[in-house]
Protein backbone atom coordinates (compact mmCIF):
# COMPACT_ATOMS: atom_id res chain seq x y z
CA UNK A 1 0.00 0.00 0.00
CA UNK A 2 1.83 3.59 -0.69
CA UNK A 3 1.09 6.86 0.93
CA UNK A 4 -2.31 7.97 1.69
CA UNK A 5 -3.58 11.82 2.32
CA UNK A 6 -4.34 12.35 5.75
CA UNK A 7 -7.56 11.63 7.22
CA UNK A 8 -7.90 15.04 8.40
CA UNK A 9 -9.32 16.75 12.27
CA UNK A 10 -7.42 15.33 15.06
CA UNK A 11 -4.67 13.11 14.97
CA UNK A 12 -6.53 9.44 14.06
CA UNK A 13 -3.79 7.51 15.52
CA UNK A 14 -4.23 9.10 18.98
CA UNK A 15 -7.83 8.69 19.35
CA UNK A 16 -7.98 4.90 17.92
CA UNK A 17 -5.35 3.81 19.49
CA UNK A 18 -6.98 5.40 22.94
CA UNK A 19 -9.74 2.92 22.83
CA UNK A 20 -7.69 -0.23 20.85
CA UNK A 21 -7.33 -2.04 24.05
CA UNK A 22 -11.02 -1.69 25.45
CA UNK A 23 -11.81 -2.87 21.65
CA UNK A 24 -9.95 -5.98 21.43
CA UNK A 25 -11.11 -6.82 25.10
CA UNK A 26 -14.70 -6.65 24.12
CA UNK A 27 -14.03 -8.74 20.88
CA UNK A 28 -12.68 -11.55 23.35
CA UNK A 29 -9.50 -10.95 22.56
CA UNK A 30 -6.38 -12.56 25.10
CA UNK A 31 -4.80 -8.85 25.26
CA UNK A 32 -1.73 -9.54 24.26
CA UNK A 33 0.55 -7.52 22.00
CA UNK A 34 0.25 -10.57 19.55
CA UNK A 35 -2.27 -11.17 16.52
CA UNK A 36 -1.28 -14.69 15.10
CA UNK A 37 -3.53 -17.60 14.65
CA UNK A 38 -2.92 -20.80 17.47
CA UNK A 39 -4.65 -23.33 14.97
CA UNK A 40 -3.53 -26.31 14.42
CA UNK A 41 -4.24 -25.13 10.99
CA UNK A 42 -0.69 -23.05 10.52
CA UNK A 43 -0.04 -20.09 8.22
CA UNK A 44 2.25 -22.84 6.18
CA UNK A 45 -0.40 -25.40 5.47
CA UNK A 46 -2.93 -28.00 7.05
CA UNK A 47 -3.14 -29.87 10.55
CA UNK A 48 -5.53 -32.13 9.60
CA UNK A 49 -7.61 -34.20 12.17
CA UNK A 50 -7.97 -37.73 11.89
CA UNK A 51 -7.81 -37.38 7.81
CA UNK A 52 -10.50 -34.85 7.64
CA UNK A 53 -10.18 -30.75 7.86
CA UNK A 54 -7.98 -29.05 9.80
CA UNK A 55 -8.93 -27.40 13.05
CA UNK A 56 -8.66 -23.77 12.90
CA UNK A 57 -8.97 -20.77 15.19
CA UNK A 58 -10.33 -16.90 14.85
CA UNK A 59 -8.09 -14.49 14.29
CA UNK A 60 -7.93 -11.53 16.66
CA UNK A 61 -6.12 -8.50 16.47
CA UNK A 62 -3.44 -6.96 17.77
CA UNK A 63 -4.27 -4.03 20.84
CA UNK A 64 -2.06 -1.84 19.23
CA UNK A 65 -3.67 -2.27 15.90
CA UNK A 66 -4.73 1.16 14.42
CA UNK A 67 -8.68 -0.03 15.01
CA UNK A 68 -8.95 -3.58 16.19
CA UNK A 69 -12.46 -3.30 15.96
CA UNK A 70 -12.57 -2.45 12.13
CA UNK A 71 -10.26 -5.57 11.50
CA UNK A 72 -12.26 -7.50 13.67
CA UNK A 73 -15.70 -7.03 11.25
CA UNK A 74 -13.67 -7.77 8.30
CA UNK A 75 -12.22 -10.95 9.71
CA UNK A 76 -15.28 -12.36 10.46
CA UNK A 77 -17.16 -11.89 7.85
CA UNK A 78 -14.41 -13.82 5.69
CA UNK A 79 -14.00 -16.94 8.30
CA UNK A 80 -17.96 -16.99 8.60
CA UNK A 81 -18.10 -16.72 4.77
CA UNK A 82 -15.38 -19.22 4.08
CA UNK A 83 -16.13 -21.57 6.30
CA UNK A 84 -19.03 -24.29 6.98
CA UNK A 85 -19.69 -28.24 7.98
CA UNK A 86 -21.67 -30.98 6.13
CA UNK A 87 -25.06 -29.48 4.87
CA UNK A 88 -23.89 -26.03 4.68
CA UNK A 89 -22.62 -25.04 1.14
CA UNK A 90 -23.59 -22.94 -1.25
CA UNK A 91 -24.57 -18.86 -1.14
CA UNK A 92 -28.02 -19.46 0.29
CA UNK A 93 -26.42 -20.67 3.71
CA UNK A 94 -24.13 -18.49 3.08
CA UNK A 95 -26.15 -15.66 2.75
CA UNK A 96 -27.81 -16.55 7.02
CA UNK A 97 -24.47 -16.36 7.95
CA UNK A 98 -23.60 -13.01 7.15
CA UNK A 99 -27.06 -12.33 8.47
CA UNK A 100 -26.07 -13.50 11.69
CA UNK A 101 -23.47 -10.94 11.69
CA UNK A 102 -25.86 -8.25 11.77
CA UNK A 103 -24.55 -7.77 8.31
CA UNK A 104 -26.14 -7.27 4.35
CA UNK A 105 -26.82 -11.13 3.15
CA UNK A 106 -25.92 -9.83 -0.10
CA UNK A 107 -22.62 -9.83 0.76
CA UNK A 108 -22.19 -13.15 0.13
CA UNK A 109 -22.96 -12.61 -3.51
CA UNK A 110 -19.16 -11.47 -4.05
CA UNK A 111 -17.51 -13.91 -1.56
CA UNK A 112 -16.59 -15.68 -5.33
CA UNK A 113 -13.52 -18.21 -4.45
CA UNK A 114 -14.68 -17.98 -0.66
CA UNK A 115 -17.85 -20.24 -1.75
CA UNK A 116 -16.56 -23.55 -3.79
CA UNK A 117 -19.01 -26.05 -4.34
CA UNK A 118 -17.53 -28.23 -1.95
CA UNK A 119 -19.28 -30.35 0.91
CA UNK A 120 -17.57 -28.77 3.55
CA UNK A 121 -14.75 -25.85 4.22
CA UNK A 122 -12.27 -25.48 6.65
CA UNK A 123 -10.58 -21.52 7.00
CA UNK A 124 -7.71 -19.53 8.83
CA UNK A 125 -7.20 -16.31 8.30
CA UNK A 126 -3.17 -15.55 7.97
CA UNK A 127 -3.07 -12.04 8.76
CA UNK A 128 -5.15 -8.78 8.34
CA UNK A 129 -3.49 -5.50 7.06
CA UNK A 130 -5.18 -2.67 6.29
CA UNK A 131 -5.31 -1.62 2.37
CA UNK A 132 -6.44 2.01 3.67
CA UNK A 133 -7.89 3.44 6.78
CA UNK A 134 -9.62 6.85 6.94
CA UNK A 135 -11.79 8.45 9.14
CA UNK A 136 -15.06 6.84 7.76
CA UNK A 137 -13.76 4.26 5.58
CA UNK A 138 -11.49 1.79 5.21
CA UNK A 139 -10.36 -1.72 3.32
CA UNK A 140 -8.48 -4.38 4.94
CA UNK A 141 -6.87 -7.13 3.28
CA UNK A 142 -8.07 -10.29 4.96
CA UNK A 143 -4.96 -13.40 4.17
CA UNK A 144 -6.68 -16.81 4.48
CA UNK A 145 -5.73 -20.25 3.82
CA UNK A 146 -9.18 -22.86 2.97
CA UNK A 147 -9.19 -26.07 2.93
CA UNK A 148 -12.46 -28.10 1.09
CA UNK A 149 -13.33 -31.67 0.96
CA UNK A 150 -16.53 -33.34 -0.83
CA UNK A 151 -17.70 -36.58 0.65
CA UNK A 152 -15.16 -39.09 1.33
CA UNK A 153 -12.90 -37.44 -1.00
CA UNK A 154 -9.41 -35.95 -0.05
CA UNK A 155 -8.50 -32.57 1.38
CA UNK A 156 -7.92 -29.72 -1.39
CA UNK A 157 -5.79 -26.91 -0.09
CA UNK A 158 -6.20 -23.57 -1.68
CA UNK A 159 -6.89 -19.72 -0.08
CA UNK A 160 -6.86 -16.24 -1.14
CA UNK A 161 -7.01 -12.62 -0.23
CA UNK A 162 -10.03 -10.26 -0.07
CA UNK A 163 -10.38 -6.51 -0.16
CA UNK A 164 -12.99 -5.66 2.21
CA UNK A 165 -14.67 -2.76 2.09
CA UNK A 166 -16.00 -0.85 4.90
CA UNK A 167 -17.97 2.57 6.20
CA UNK A 168 -17.94 4.21 9.41
CA UNK A 169 -21.60 3.60 11.59
CA UNK A 170 -22.26 2.80 14.87
CA UNK A 171 -21.98 0.76 17.12
CA UNK A 172 -19.85 -0.70 14.85
CA UNK A 173 -18.41 -0.12 11.19
CA UNK A 174 -20.25 -1.64 8.04
CA UNK A 175 -19.21 -3.66 5.04
CA UNK A 176 -19.93 -2.49 1.96
CA UNK A 177 -18.66 -4.53 -0.41
CA UNK A 178 -16.32 -7.67 -0.96
CA UNK A 179 -13.37 -7.91 -4.16
CA UNK A 180 -11.83 -11.01 -3.63
CA UNK A 181 -8.05 -11.89 -5.22
CA UNK A 182 -7.99 -12.76 -8.95
CA UNK A 183 -4.59 -14.14 -9.71
CA UNK A 184 -5.30 -15.58 -13.12
CA UNK A 185 -4.13 -18.62 -14.79
CA UNK A 186 -0.46 -19.67 -14.12
CA UNK A 187 2.16 -18.75 -16.68
CA UNK A 188 3.71 -21.87 -19.22
CA UNK A 189 7.02 -20.44 -18.54
CA UNK A 190 8.83 -18.19 -15.86
CA UNK A 191 11.66 -16.35 -15.04
CA UNK A 192 14.40 -18.07 -13.13
CA UNK A 193 13.94 -15.12 -10.33
CA UNK A 194 10.15 -15.95 -9.95
CA UNK A 195 11.14 -20.18 -9.80
CA UNK A 196 13.69 -19.01 -6.99
CA UNK A 197 11.38 -16.58 -5.15
CA UNK A 198 8.55 -19.35 -4.86
CA UNK A 199 11.33 -21.93 -4.13
CA UNK A 200 12.67 -19.78 -1.25
CA UNK A 201 12.22 -21.08 2.59
CA UNK A 202 12.91 -17.67 3.40
CA UNK A 203 10.14 -16.26 1.29
CA UNK A 204 6.46 -17.29 3.14
CA UNK A 205 3.85 -16.54 0.37
CA UNK A 206 -0.09 -16.65 0.62
CA UNK A 207 -1.54 -18.76 -1.31
CA UNK A 208 -3.10 -15.17 -3.54
CA UNK A 209 0.68 -14.40 -3.67
CA UNK A 210 2.33 -17.45 -4.50
CA UNK A 211 -0.60 -17.43 -7.43
CA UNK A 212 0.33 -13.66 -8.29
CA UNK A 213 4.46 -14.78 -9.20
CA UNK A 214 2.96 -18.10 -10.73
CA UNK A 215 1.14 -15.82 -12.96
CA UNK A 216 4.03 -14.47 -14.32
CA UNK A 217 2.55 -10.84 -13.72
CA UNK A 218 5.02 -9.68 -10.96
CA UNK A 219 7.98 -7.54 -12.39
CA UNK A 220 11.38 -8.56 -12.38
CA UNK A 221 12.14 -5.38 -9.90
CA UNK A 222 9.78 -7.23 -7.20
CA UNK A 223 11.32 -10.20 -7.43
CA UNK A 224 14.63 -9.40 -7.25
CA UNK A 225 14.00 -7.39 -4.52
CA UNK A 226 12.29 -10.22 -2.59
CA UNK A 227 15.60 -12.70 -3.17
CA UNK A 228 18.07 -9.48 -1.82
CA UNK A 229 16.21 -9.58 1.69
CA UNK A 230 15.49 -12.96 2.11
CA UNK A 231 19.46 -13.38 2.15
CA UNK A 232 19.07 -11.24 5.11
CA UNK A 233 15.89 -11.68 6.78
CA UNK A 234 13.25 -14.31 7.18
CA UNK A 235 9.61 -12.75 5.71
CA UNK A 236 6.16 -13.27 5.54
CA UNK A 237 4.48 -11.47 2.57
CA UNK A 238 0.66 -10.16 2.84
CA UNK A 239 -0.12 -8.74 -0.75
CA UNK A 240 1.61 -9.08 -3.49
CA UNK A 241 -0.57 -7.77 -6.94
CA UNK A 242 -4.14 -9.42 -6.51
CA UNK A 243 -6.32 -8.61 -3.70
CA UNK A 244 -5.26 -5.11 -3.14
CA UNK A 245 -7.02 -1.71 -4.13
CA UNK A 246 -6.29 -0.90 -7.62
CA UNK A 247 -5.77 2.61 -6.64
CA UNK A 248 -4.44 4.01 -3.65
CA UNK A 249 -6.39 3.91 -1.56
CA UNK A 250 -8.83 7.50 -0.79
CA UNK A 251 -7.12 9.03 -3.93
CA UNK A 252 -7.33 8.28 -8.05
CA UNK A 253 -3.57 7.46 -8.31
CA UNK A 254 -2.93 3.84 -9.34
CA UNK A 255 -1.41 1.53 -6.82
CA UNK A 256 2.13 -0.62 -7.72
CA UNK A 257 0.27 -3.55 -6.52
CA UNK A 258 -2.22 -4.77 -9.30
CA UNK A 259 0.73 -3.43 -11.62
CA UNK A 260 3.08 -6.32 -10.08
CA UNK A 261 5.39 -3.75 -9.13
CA UNK A 262 5.38 -4.04 -5.21
CA UNK A 263 4.48 -6.69 -2.40
CA UNK A 264 4.07 -6.12 1.29
CA UNK A 265 5.69 -7.68 4.17
CA UNK A 266 4.16 -8.33 7.48
CA UNK A 267 6.37 -10.58 9.70
CA UNK A 268 9.94 -10.01 9.80
CA UNK A 269 12.23 -12.82 11.21
CA UNK A 270 9.37 -14.18 13.05
CA UNK A 271 8.69 -10.68 14.70
CA UNK A 272 5.48 -8.94 13.41
CA UNK A 273 5.38 -5.26 12.12
CA UNK A 274 2.31 -4.28 14.42
CA UNK A 275 3.74 -5.72 17.57
CA UNK A 276 5.17 -3.21 20.09
CA UNK A 277 7.41 -5.86 21.11
CA UNK A 278 9.35 -5.79 18.13
CA UNK A 279 12.42 -4.05 17.64
CA UNK A 280 12.30 -0.73 15.74
CA UNK A 281 15.89 -1.14 14.86
CA UNK A 282 14.68 -4.40 12.54
CA UNK A 283 12.03 -2.52 11.08
CA UNK A 284 14.38 0.48 9.91
CA UNK A 285 17.37 -1.60 8.75
CA UNK A 286 14.52 -4.06 6.65
CA UNK A 287 13.25 -0.92 5.42
CA UNK A 288 16.47 0.78 4.56
CA UNK A 289 17.45 -2.22 2.83
CA UNK A 290 14.71 -2.89 1.06
CA UNK A 291 15.39 1.05 -0.48
CA UNK A 292 19.19 -0.50 -0.98
CA UNK A 293 17.16 -3.26 -3.64
CA UNK A 294 15.98 -0.83 -5.17
CA UNK A 295 12.24 0.37 -4.01
CA UNK A 296 11.72 3.70 -4.84
CA UNK A 297 8.58 3.79 -2.31
CA UNK A 298 9.17 1.93 1.05
CA UNK A 299 6.47 2.95 3.80
CA UNK A 300 6.38 1.06 7.63
CA UNK A 301 5.55 2.15 11.10
CA UNK A 302 8.99 4.00 11.54
CA UNK A 303 9.20 7.23 9.49
CA UNK A 304 12.98 7.31 8.34
CA UNK A 305 15.19 10.01 7.23
CA UNK A 306 17.31 10.16 3.96
CA UNK A 307 16.92 8.26 0.99
CA UNK A 308 18.11 8.63 -2.44
CA UNK A 309 14.77 10.36 -3.11
CA UNK A 310 12.99 13.07 -0.49
CA UNK A 311 9.98 10.80 -0.71
CA UNK A 312 11.64 7.46 -0.28
CA UNK A 313 10.61 6.29 2.92
CA UNK A 314 7.21 7.32 4.50
CA UNK A 315 4.92 6.32 7.25
CA UNK A 316 0.97 6.56 8.05
CA UNK A 317 -1.45 4.96 9.95
CA UNK A 318 -2.39 2.27 7.39
CA UNK A 319 1.39 1.13 6.92
CA UNK A 320 1.35 0.72 11.31
CA UNK A 321 1.15 -2.90 10.19
CA UNK A 322 3.37 -3.93 7.74
CA UNK A 323 5.91 -2.74 5.19
CA UNK A 324 5.53 -1.64 1.56
CA UNK A 325 7.76 -2.19 -0.79
CA UNK A 326 7.21 -0.45 -4.24
CA UNK A 327 8.53 -0.23 -7.45
CA UNK A 328 8.16 2.35 -10.80
CA UNK A 329 9.65 0.17 -13.09
Known amino acids: MEPQPPPGGIGRRAVLLGAAAAAVTAAGCSGTATHRPTATASPSGPAPSGGGLPRTTP ?15 AVQLIESLGAW ?6 VGRARDRVSALGLPPALADQAGPLLPDVDEAALQVIEAQYGGILADSGSVLVVCRQWTRSGGGPVTAGGTTVDVRLS ?58 MLDLAGSYRMDISVVRSGHPLDVFG ?40 AAAGSYNVGGPVQLSGGATANQFFSDDTHHDHVHVGFNS
Open 59 to 73: WRPSPADIDPAVKLR
Open 85 to 90: PPGGKG
Open 168 to 225: AARPRWDVTALHPARPGPAAAALPGEARRVLADSRISLPPAGAADIRSGAVHQSALRA
Open 251 to 290: TNRPSDHPLGRAFDVWRINGHAVVDPATSRGLIESFMRDA
